[in-house]
């Protein structure tokens, strides 16, 4: 098997279709397996599955469903289809990715260029074309700083305020990076023997920012190559259910710095940036529930 696609769903049905249309596309003649994990859908994406996996599909293609009893999250689901896969190489895909022409191809070049890269990642687009800002480096305890002060959107293109949302690139030319969005990422099956699954107490946010720390650290490059581009409705399922998720992703920053900043001083500091994070995430937590309630995106 040369290829794998891992695909979570989630309520979603409105984005799945016309995401396995261009998928299907950039296929081509590959051996390949699609596995969709349903993280117990309310909306009826596990009948389209079903009905996508019995259809008439090229004989290259072979596809697997498997339905959680309940919302298990984004990381273990990936990790429940990276599990079964068996491919040389596997994609990682959001359903509200489209994939644009020619584009798993770019990213297959790039990808074998050099024996030390282990992961490439497309340039990403709002469906209006406009580039989506998709690579960040890896945070700092200024980070979240400069965040709940406001200075990123002040100096929104600053490397020194900006430096973790990446606002000193243009996403427009090709490069190295830290952390690239995985709602779309192709990675070696070498890669993952070595590093091994997302961390799963991750459950939703800054699972891929543990992920890509661990690939960095043992020696991988990550490439973002813009000659490759899909189109994202950034959010999708997400924006549904935005408070929880507000906290969600703060509760990731916090467990990040748990994890990777480990000196006895910097417990200390972990400590004090998780007062942050819980401090700053109230107001906004309380927007989205305004925004929410007189249905204002």
């Not at 091994?196 to 720390?213: A, S, T, Y």
Request: net charge neutral; hydrophobic share 40%.
């Amino acid at each position: 098997m040369e290829l794998s696609v891992v695909i979570i769903t989630y309520n979603s049905a409105q984005y799945i279709s016309e995401c396995l249309r261009n998928l299907l596309r950039e296929i081509g003649d590959r051996k390949a397996e699609i596995i969709f994990i349903d993280n117990k859908s309310g909306d009826n994406s596990l009948e389209l599955l079903t009905e996508f996996s019995s259809s008439e599909l090229p004989e290259n293609i072979s596809v697997s469903i498997k339905a959680n009893d309940m919302n298990i999250g984004y990381a273990p689901a990936n990790n429940q289809g990276m599990r079964t896969s068996s491919g040389e190489y596997l994609l990682l895909l959001n359903p509200d990715v489209n994939i644009r022409q020619n584009s798993l191809k770019v990213m297959f070049d790039t990808l074998n260029e050099d024996s030390s890269i282990g992961m490439v990642a497309p340039q990403f687009l709002f469906p209006d074309s406009t580039i989506q800002r998709s690579c960040r480096r890896f945070p700092k305890y200024s980070s979240v700083i400069y965040e709940a002060f406001g200075l990123t959107r002040i100096f929104s293109g600053s490397k020194t305020f900006n430096a973790w949302k990446m606002g000193d690139f243009d996403h427009s030319s090709r490069r190295e990076v830290d952390q690239p969005m995985s709602a779309c990422v192709l990675l070696k099956r070498e890669l993952l023997n070595q590093v091994g699954l997302m961390d799963e107490q991750f459950v939703m946010f800054f699972n891929d920012v543990d992920w890509c720390k661990r690939i960095k650290d043992a020696g991988w490059k990550i490439v973002f190559n813009p000659e490759a581009a899909v189109e994202h409705v950034l959010g999708g399922s997400v924006n549904k259910v935005r408070s929880r998720m507000i906290l969600r992703s703060h509760a990731g920053f916090y467990l990040y710095f748990q994890k990777h900043f480990r000196k006895p001083s910097e417990r200390v500091i972990n400590q004090l940036m998780g007062l942050i994070l819980f401090i700053t995430a109230l107001p906004r937590i309380v927007l989205a529930k305004i925004l929410t309630l007189f249905r204002v995106d």
